[in-house]
Protein backbone atom coordinates (compact mmCIF):
# COMPACT_ATOMS: atom_id res chain seq x y z
CA UNK A 1 0.00 0.00 0.00
CA UNK A 2 1.78 3.54 -1.24
CA UNK A 3 -0.12 5.63 1.49
CA UNK A 4 2.15 4.91 4.33
CA UNK A 5 5.20 5.26 2.49
CA UNK A 6 4.18 8.69 0.57
CA UNK A 7 3.52 9.95 4.08
CA UNK A 8 7.02 8.60 5.28
CA UNK A 9 8.33 10.29 2.46
CA UNK A 10 6.83 13.67 3.00
CA UNK A 11 7.92 14.11 6.64
CA UNK A 12 12.10 14.63 6.07
CA UNK A 13 12.59 14.92 9.61
CA UNK A 14 10.80 11.38 10.78
CA UNK A 15 12.33 9.62 7.34
CA UNK A 16 15.49 10.96 8.45
CA UNK A 17 15.50 8.78 11.99
CA UNK A 18 13.72 5.95 10.49
CA UNK A 19 15.14 2.37 10.57
CA UNK A 20 13.47 -0.43 8.38
CA UNK A 21 13.02 -3.82 10.06
CA UNK A 22 12.48 -6.80 7.41
CA UNK A 23 11.78 -9.77 8.83
CA UNK A 24 10.39 -13.57 7.95
CA UNK A 25 10.89 -14.48 3.83
CA UNK A 26 8.10 -12.76 2.11
CA UNK A 27 8.75 -12.57 -1.74
CA UNK A 28 7.42 -8.88 -1.79
CA UNK A 29 10.22 -7.74 0.62
CA UNK A 30 13.02 -7.02 -2.04
CA UNK A 31 10.21 -4.69 -3.38
CA UNK A 32 9.58 -3.32 -0.23
CA UNK A 33 13.40 -2.33 0.73
CA UNK A 34 14.00 -1.21 -3.03
CA UNK A 35 10.73 1.53 -2.65
CA UNK A 36 12.33 2.20 0.62
CA UNK A 37 15.84 3.04 -0.37
CA UNK A 38 14.57 4.98 -3.35
CA UNK A 39 13.04 7.63 -0.92
CA UNK A 40 16.28 8.02 1.22
CA UNK A 41 18.10 8.30 -1.64
CA UNK A 42 16.18 11.35 -3.19
CA UNK A 43 16.58 13.07 0.35
CA UNK A 44 20.33 12.26 -0.01
CA UNK A 45 20.03 9.89 2.62
CA UNK A 46 22.55 6.80 2.77
CA UNK A 47 20.54 3.78 3.36
CA UNK A 48 23.63 1.01 3.89
CA UNK A 49 23.21 1.83 7.84
CA UNK A 50 19.10 2.04 7.61
CA UNK A 51 18.08 -1.39 7.29
CA UNK A 52 18.24 -4.44 9.20
CA UNK A 53 17.07 -8.07 7.64
CA UNK A 54 15.61 -10.70 10.32
CA UNK A 55 15.53 -14.14 8.80
CA UNK A 56 16.89 -17.46 8.25
CA UNK A 57 20.19 -18.19 6.89
CA UNK A 58 19.97 -19.03 3.17
CA UNK A 59 16.73 -17.60 2.42
CA UNK A 60 15.98 -14.65 -0.16
CA UNK A 61 15.83 -12.63 2.16
CA UNK A 62 19.10 -12.94 3.69
CA UNK A 63 20.65 -13.38 0.37
CA UNK A 64 19.50 -9.81 -0.41
CA UNK A 65 20.59 -8.13 2.85
CA UNK A 66 24.17 -9.78 1.49
CA UNK A 67 23.78 -8.29 -1.63
CA UNK A 68 22.48 -5.03 -0.45
CA UNK A 69 25.25 -5.02 2.89
CA UNK A 70 22.42 -4.83 5.13
CA UNK A 71 22.83 -6.35 8.87
CA UNK A 72 21.13 -9.54 8.90
CA UNK A 73 19.82 -10.89 12.24
CA UNK A 74 20.01 -14.61 11.78
CA UNK A 75 16.88 -16.80 13.42
CA UNK A 76 15.28 -19.60 12.86
CA UNK A 77 12.08 -20.12 10.61
CA UNK A 78 8.97 -18.13 11.76
CA UNK A 79 6.76 -20.53 13.93
CA UNK A 80 3.04 -19.98 15.15
CA UNK A 81 5.34 -19.38 18.63
CA UNK A 82 7.31 -16.28 17.31
CA UNK A 83 5.90 -13.60 19.83
CA UNK A 84 9.19 -13.50 22.16
CA UNK A 85 11.09 -14.66 18.81
CA UNK A 86 14.18 -12.22 17.01
CA UNK A 87 11.08 -11.41 14.26
CA UNK A 88 9.31 -9.29 16.98
CA UNK A 89 11.67 -8.07 19.80
CA UNK A 90 14.39 -6.62 17.07
CA UNK A 91 12.17 -4.29 15.79
CA UNK A 92 10.40 -3.99 19.26
CA UNK A 93 14.04 -2.89 20.94
CA UNK A 94 14.72 -0.69 17.87
CA UNK A 95 11.36 1.59 18.20
CA UNK A 96 12.07 1.94 21.98
CA UNK A 97 10.30 -1.41 23.33
CA UNK A 98 11.65 -2.25 27.06
CA UNK A 99 12.67 -6.23 25.59
CA UNK A 100 14.83 -6.95 28.67
CA UNK A 101 11.29 -5.93 31.11
CA UNK A 102 9.18 -7.58 28.76
CA UNK A 103 11.56 -10.88 28.85
CA UNK A 104 11.63 -10.82 32.31
CA UNK A 105 7.41 -10.27 33.14
CA UNK A 106 7.28 -13.71 30.82
CA UNK A 107 9.87 -15.46 32.29
CA UNK A 108 8.10 -14.30 35.56
CA UNK A 109 5.23 -16.24 34.46
CA UNK A 110 6.64 -19.91 33.09
CA UNK A 111 6.72 -21.64 36.48
CA UNK A 112 3.07 -21.00 36.71
CA UNK A 113 2.64 -23.13 33.25
CA UNK A 114 4.74 -26.01 34.52
CA UNK A 115 1.80 -26.81 37.65
CA UNK A 116 -0.62 -29.33 36.90
CA UNK A 117 -3.27 -27.68 38.57
CA UNK A 118 -4.18 -23.58 38.80
CA UNK A 119 -2.40 -23.72 35.32
CA UNK A 120 -4.02 -20.68 33.06
CA UNK A 121 -2.75 -21.66 29.78
CA UNK A 122 -3.48 -25.46 30.69
CA UNK A 123 -6.90 -24.39 31.18
CA UNK A 124 -7.56 -21.86 28.44
CA UNK A 125 -5.82 -24.63 26.04
CA UNK A 126 -8.17 -27.09 27.12
CA UNK A 127 -11.22 -25.20 27.04
CA UNK A 128 -10.44 -23.63 23.22
CA UNK A 129 -9.60 -27.75 22.74
CA UNK A 130 -12.73 -28.97 24.05
CA UNK A 131 -15.34 -26.52 22.60
CA UNK A 132 -13.68 -27.16 18.97
CA UNK A 133 -13.87 -31.08 19.78
CA UNK A 134 -17.81 -30.61 20.92
CA UNK A 135 -18.23 -28.41 17.33
CA UNK A 136 -17.68 -24.97 18.41
CA UNK A 137 -14.81 -24.54 16.45
CA UNK A 138 -15.29 -20.47 15.49
CA UNK A 139 -13.47 -18.59 18.47
CA UNK A 140 -15.04 -14.54 18.51
CA UNK A 141 -12.30 -12.97 19.73
CA UNK A 142 -13.94 -9.34 21.06
CA UNK A 143 -14.00 -6.63 23.63
CA UNK A 144 -10.29 -6.27 23.60
CA UNK A 145 -8.76 -3.44 25.73
CA UNK A 146 -7.88 0.07 24.64
CA UNK A 147 -4.15 -0.53 25.84
CA UNK A 148 -3.55 -3.98 23.75
CA UNK A 149 -5.76 -2.71 20.36
CA UNK A 150 -3.61 -5.54 18.03
CA UNK A 151 -4.05 -8.17 20.85
CA UNK A 152 -6.96 -9.85 19.21
CA UNK A 153 -5.10 -10.08 15.61
CA UNK A 154 -2.26 -11.35 17.36
CA UNK A 155 -4.12 -14.24 19.05
CA UNK A 156 -6.21 -15.09 15.86
CA UNK A 157 -3.39 -15.70 13.96
CA UNK A 158 -1.65 -18.00 16.57
CA UNK A 159 -4.75 -19.75 17.00
CA UNK A 160 -4.62 -20.21 12.69
CA UNK A 161 -1.58 -21.60 12.52
CA UNK A 162 -0.84 -23.84 15.62
CA UNK A 163 -4.52 -25.58 15.21
CA UNK A 164 -3.79 -25.43 11.58
CA UNK A 165 -6.78 -24.26 10.56
CA UNK A 166 -8.81 -26.80 13.13
CA UNK A 167 -9.73 -23.79 15.17
CA UNK A 168 -11.41 -20.87 12.97
CA UNK A 169 -10.78 -17.83 15.05
CA UNK A 170 -12.20 -14.28 13.96
CA UNK A 171 -11.75 -11.24 15.27
CA UNK A 172 -14.91 -8.94 15.92
CA UNK A 173 -13.76 -5.86 13.98
CA UNK A 174 -16.96 -3.49 14.90
CA UNK A 175 -20.83 -4.11 15.64
CA UNK A 176 -22.92 -5.35 18.73
CA UNK A 177 -21.38 -8.01 20.69
CA UNK A 178 -21.85 -10.99 18.73
CA UNK A 179 -24.57 -13.28 20.30
CA UNK A 180 -24.05 -17.14 21.33
CA UNK A 181 -24.75 -20.23 18.48
CA UNK A 182 -23.78 -23.32 18.34
CA UNK A 183 -20.56 -23.15 16.46
CA UNK A 184 -19.16 -20.26 18.14
CA UNK A 185 -17.19 -19.76 21.27
CA UNK A 186 -16.73 -16.11 22.31
CA UNK A 187 -13.92 -14.97 24.21
CA UNK A 188 -13.94 -11.51 25.55
CA UNK A 189 -10.18 -10.05 26.18
CA UNK A 190 -10.15 -7.45 29.13
CA UNK A 191 -14.32 -7.16 29.43
CA UNK A 192 -17.68 -8.38 29.80
CA UNK A 193 -17.13 -11.52 32.55
CA UNK A 194 -19.38 -13.90 33.32
CA UNK A 195 -21.24 -12.53 29.64
CA UNK A 196 -19.25 -14.72 27.29
CA UNK A 197 -17.85 -18.26 26.97
CA UNK A 198 -14.69 -16.75 28.20
CA UNK A 199 -12.75 -13.73 29.65
CA UNK A 200 -8.62 -13.38 29.31
CA UNK A 201 -6.96 -10.47 31.10
CA UNK A 202 -3.51 -9.50 31.88
CA UNK A 203 -0.49 -7.36 31.48
CA UNK A 204 0.94 -8.37 27.74
CA UNK A 205 4.35 -10.32 28.46
CA UNK A 206 1.86 -12.73 30.85
CA UNK A 207 -0.67 -13.16 27.98
CA UNK A 208 1.86 -13.90 25.36
CA UNK A 209 3.22 -17.23 27.29
CA UNK A 210 0.23 -17.80 28.54
CA UNK A 211 -1.68 -17.62 25.20
CA UNK A 212 1.43 -19.63 23.14
CA UNK A 213 1.00 -22.42 26.16
CA UNK A 214 -2.71 -22.70 25.41
CA UNK A 215 -2.60 -22.85 21.54
CA UNK A 216 -0.26 -25.63 22.09
CA UNK A 217 -2.73 -27.20 24.12
CA UNK A 218 -6.12 -26.78 22.16
CA UNK A 219 -3.26 -27.88 18.77
CA UNK A 220 -3.06 -31.41 20.52
CA UNK A 221 -6.74 -31.39 21.72
CA UNK A 222 -7.87 -31.14 18.40
CA UNK A 223 -5.18 -33.32 16.55
CA UNK A 224 -3.16 -30.62 14.57
CA UNK A 225 0.49 -30.74 14.74
CA UNK A 226 1.58 -26.70 15.02
CA UNK A 227 4.99 -27.09 13.45
CA UNK A 228 4.71 -29.80 10.48
CA UNK A 229 5.31 -28.35 7.27
CA UNK A 230 2.77 -26.57 5.52
CA UNK A 231 2.70 -25.61 1.46
CA UNK A 232 3.94 -22.28 0.65
CA UNK A 233 1.85 -19.89 -0.91
CA UNK A 234 2.55 -18.98 -4.57
CA UNK A 235 4.56 -15.69 -4.80
CA UNK A 236 2.68 -12.64 -5.86
CA UNK A 237 2.76 -11.79 -9.58
CA UNK A 238 5.72 -8.96 -10.35
CA UNK A 239 3.66 -5.67 -11.69
CA UNK A 240 4.42 -5.22 -15.39
CA UNK A 241 4.56 -9.02 -16.72
CA UNK A 242 1.37 -11.01 -17.85
CA UNK A 243 0.74 -12.54 -14.49
CA UNK A 244 -1.24 -9.57 -13.24
CA UNK A 245 -2.46 -8.22 -16.16
CA UNK A 246 -5.51 -9.93 -15.65
CA UNK A 247 -7.50 -7.93 -12.62
CA UNK A 248 -9.26 -11.20 -11.52
CA UNK A 249 -10.28 -14.55 -12.11
CA UNK A 250 -13.72 -13.74 -11.91
CA UNK A 251 -16.72 -12.44 -14.60
CA UNK A 252 -17.07 -8.63 -14.38
CA UNK A 253 -20.59 -7.33 -12.99
CA UNK A 254 -21.54 -3.81 -13.56
CA UNK A 255 -23.96 -2.28 -10.98
CA UNK A 256 -26.53 -0.33 -12.08
CA UNK A 257 -27.07 3.49 -10.90
CA UNK A 258 -24.43 5.97 -9.87
CA UNK A 259 -22.44 3.59 -7.92
CA UNK A 260 -21.75 2.23 -11.23
CA UNK A 261 -18.78 5.41 -11.52
CA UNK A 262 -17.47 5.18 -7.55
CA UNK A 263 -17.73 1.30 -8.00
CA UNK A 264 -16.54 -1.73 -10.16
CA UNK A 265 -17.56 -5.23 -9.31
CA UNK A 266 -16.41 -8.88 -10.00
CA UNK A 267 -17.13 -12.12 -9.03
CA UNK A 268 -17.41 -15.67 -10.39
CA UNK A 269 -20.44 -16.56 -7.84
CA UNK A 270 -23.77 -16.82 -9.53
CA UNK A 271 -25.83 -15.51 -6.71
CA UNK A 272 -23.42 -12.01 -6.64
CA UNK A 273 -23.78 -12.31 -10.54
CA UNK A 274 -27.61 -11.57 -10.28
CA UNK A 275 -27.27 -8.38 -8.56
CA UNK A 276 -28.92 -5.11 -10.33
CA UNK A 277 -27.27 -3.17 -8.41
CA UNK A 278 -24.44 -2.34 -5.89
CA UNK A 279 -27.17 -1.85 -3.02
CA UNK A 280 -28.51 -5.32 -3.98
CA UNK A 281 -24.52 -6.60 -4.03
CA UNK A 282 -24.15 -5.71 -0.12
CA UNK A 283 -27.50 -6.94 0.67
CA UNK A 284 -26.56 -10.43 -0.99
CA UNK A 285 -23.23 -10.29 0.89
CA UNK A 286 -25.11 -9.92 4.20
CA UNK A 287 -27.12 -12.60 3.39
CA UNK A 288 -24.76 -14.78 2.22
CA UNK A 289 -22.52 -14.10 5.59
CA UNK A 290 -25.42 -14.74 7.77
CA UNK A 291 -26.00 -18.40 5.45
CA UNK A 292 -22.20 -19.14 5.83
CA UNK A 293 -20.87 -18.60 9.36
CA UNK A 294 -19.10 -15.20 8.90
CA UNK A 295 -17.67 -12.60 6.50
CA UNK A 296 -14.01 -11.84 6.08
CA UNK A 297 -13.49 -8.34 4.53
CA UNK A 298 -10.34 -8.42 2.50
CA UNK A 299 -9.46 -4.52 2.30
CA UNK A 300 -5.74 -4.06 0.08
CA UNK A 301 -6.31 -0.25 1.34
CA UNK A 302 -4.35 2.03 3.64
CA UNK A 303 -5.07 0.84 7.28
CA UNK A 304 -4.82 4.39 8.85
CA UNK A 305 -7.81 5.61 10.82
CA UNK A 306 -6.93 9.43 10.30
CA UNK A 307 -5.48 9.74 6.78
CA UNK A 308 -6.20 6.14 4.84
CA UNK A 309 -9.65 4.41 5.01
CA UNK A 310 -9.16 2.48 8.30
CA UNK A 311 -12.63 3.73 9.86
CA UNK A 312 -14.01 3.99 6.90
CA UNK A 313 -13.71 -0.23 6.28
CA UNK A 314 -14.05 -0.76 10.24
CA UNK A 315 -17.62 1.50 10.14
CA UNK A 316 -18.65 -1.03 7.02
CA UNK A 317 -17.34 -4.13 8.94
CA UNK A 318 -19.61 -3.21 12.01
CA UNK A 319 -22.82 -2.21 9.77
CA UNK A 320 -22.85 -5.67 7.97
CA UNK A 321 -22.08 -7.60 11.10
CA UNK A 322 -25.61 -5.47 12.25
CA UNK A 323 -26.88 -7.06 9.49
CA UNK A 324 -26.15 -10.32 9.38
CA UNK A 325 -25.91 -10.89 12.91
CA UNK A 326 -22.29 -13.00 12.73
CA UNK A 327 -18.96 -12.04 12.84
CA UNK A 328 -16.97 -9.58 10.36
CA UNK A 329 -13.58 -9.84 10.44
CA UNK A 330 -11.54 -7.52 8.61
CA UNK A 331 -7.77 -8.88 7.32
CA UNK A 332 -5.36 -5.78 5.81
CA UNK A 333 -3.64 -7.03 2.28
CA UNK A 334 -4.21 -10.74 3.18
CA UNK A 335 -5.83 -14.04 3.64
CA UNK A 336 -5.48 -16.41 6.11
CA UNK A 337 -6.80 -19.89 4.69
CA UNK A 338 -7.35 -23.22 6.90
CA UNK A 339 -4.10 -24.64 5.30
CA UNK A 340 -2.87 -28.01 5.76
CA UNK A 341 -7.18 -28.83 7.12
CA UNK A 342 -9.24 -31.28 6.35
CA UNK A 343 -12.09 -29.73 7.18
CA UNK A 344 -14.27 -27.21 4.51
CA UNK A 345 -13.15 -23.63 4.63
CA UNK A 346 -15.54 -21.23 5.86
CA UNK A 347 -16.92 -17.83 5.53
CA UNK A 348 -17.83 -15.18 3.06
CA UNK A 349 -15.01 -12.89 1.42
CA UNK A 350 -15.27 -9.15 0.08
CA UNK A 351 -12.10 -8.04 -1.43
CA UNK A 352 -11.70 -4.31 -1.49
CA UNK A 353 -9.43 -2.49 -3.72
CA UNK A 354 -8.85 0.87 -4.80
CA UNK A 355 -7.38 3.60 -6.59
CA UNK A 356 -4.41 5.31 -4.93
CA UNK A 357 -4.55 9.37 -5.62
CA UNK A 358 -0.53 8.71 -5.67
CA UNK A 359 1.50 5.58 -6.40
CA UNK A 360 5.03 4.79 -5.87
CA UNK A 361 7.60 3.04 -8.43
CA UNK A 362 9.27 0.07 -7.50
CA UNK A 363 12.92 1.06 -8.67
CA UNK A 364 14.03 -2.49 -10.93
CA UNK A 365 10.81 -3.06 -11.94
CA UNK A 366 8.01 -2.40 -14.21
CA UNK A 367 5.15 -0.92 -12.60
CA UNK A 368 3.96 0.33 -8.96
CA UNK A 369 3.10 -1.23 -5.23
CA UNK A 370 -0.55 0.27 -6.24
CA UNK A 371 -0.34 -2.79 -9.44
CA UNK A 372 1.32 -4.96 -6.95
CA UNK A 373 -1.00 -4.65 -4.50
CA UNK A 374 -3.81 -5.28 -7.20
CA UNK A 375 -2.39 -8.73 -8.28
CA UNK A 376 -2.17 -9.89 -4.35
CA UNK A 377 -6.08 -9.27 -4.24
CA UNK A 378 -6.56 -10.78 -7.83
CA UNK A 379 -4.53 -13.46 -6.20
CA UNK A 380 -6.39 -13.88 -3.00
CA UNK A 381 -9.90 -13.82 -4.91
CA UNK A 382 -8.81 -17.00 -7.55
CA UNK A 383 -7.59 -19.17 -4.13
CA UNK A 384 -10.65 -18.11 -1.87
CA UNK A 385 -12.79 -18.64 -5.28
CA UNK A 386 -11.20 -22.31 -5.39
CA UNK A 387 -11.57 -23.24 -2.22
CA UNK A 388 -15.39 -23.04 -3.12
CA UNK A 389 -15.87 -19.73 -1.36
CA UNK A 390 -18.30 -16.94 -1.95
CA UNK A 391 -16.11 -13.84 -2.91
CA UNK A 392 -16.93 -10.62 -4.36
CA UNK A 393 -14.26 -8.06 -5.37
CA UNK A 394 -15.22 -4.63 -4.97
CA UNK A 395 -12.96 -2.20 -6.79
CA UNK A 396 -12.95 1.85 -5.50
CA UNK A 397 -12.47 4.60 -8.32
CA UNK A 398 -12.44 6.60 -5.57
CA UNK A 399 -11.80 5.37 -2.21
CA UNK A 400 -13.32 7.68 -0.21
CA UNK A 401 -16.83 8.65 -2.70
CA UNK A 402 -16.85 4.49 -3.00
CA UNK A 403 -16.70 3.80 0.66
CA UNK A 404 -19.19 6.36 1.00
CA UNK A 405 -20.99 4.60 -1.31
CA UNK A 406 -20.63 1.10 0.04
CA UNK A 407 -21.52 2.76 3.70
CA UNK A 408 -24.90 4.16 2.48
CA UNK A 409 -25.56 1.05 1.09
CA UNK A 410 -24.32 -1.24 4.38
CA UNK A 411 -26.62 0.78 6.25
CA UNK A 412 -29.72 -0.85 4.33
CA UNK A 413 -32.09 -1.84 7.00
CA UNK A 414 -29.88 -2.58 9.53
Same mark, same amino acid.
Given at each position: EPGPLLRLADD? @??????????? +???? /?????? %??????????? =???? *?????????????????????????????? @?????????? =?VPAGLAGADVAGLLDRAS #????????????????????????? %? #??????VLGGYAAALPELADWIALLLTDATRGRLLPLVQHGGLPVQPADDLFLVTLDGRPRQDDATVSGPLAEQLVVWEYA????????????????????????????? /??????? *???????????????STADPAFAAAASLDDLVAEVADRAAGEGHLTIVAFLDPDPVHGEGAQVRRLAALLAARCARPVTIAW????????? /? &????????? =??? *?????????? %????????? %?? &????? #? &? @????? +???? =?????? *??????????DSARGEA
Open positions: A @ARLARAVFVLT +GDDP /DHEAAA %RVLAGLLRERD =LSPA *DRFVTVAEPGTAAAKYAGEAGHPLVEAPAA @APFAALSPQA =L #AMLPALTRPENNPGLVLGAILGGAA %R #AGRDTVAAVAAYLVGADPFAPVPHPAPSPVPGTGA /DRSASAA *DPVSPSGPSAREVAAGCRYPAFGN /D &RREKGVYLV =LTG *DAARDVPVPG %RRGTLGALA %RA &RASGV #A &R @AASAA +GRPV =LRLHLH *DRRAGLARLL
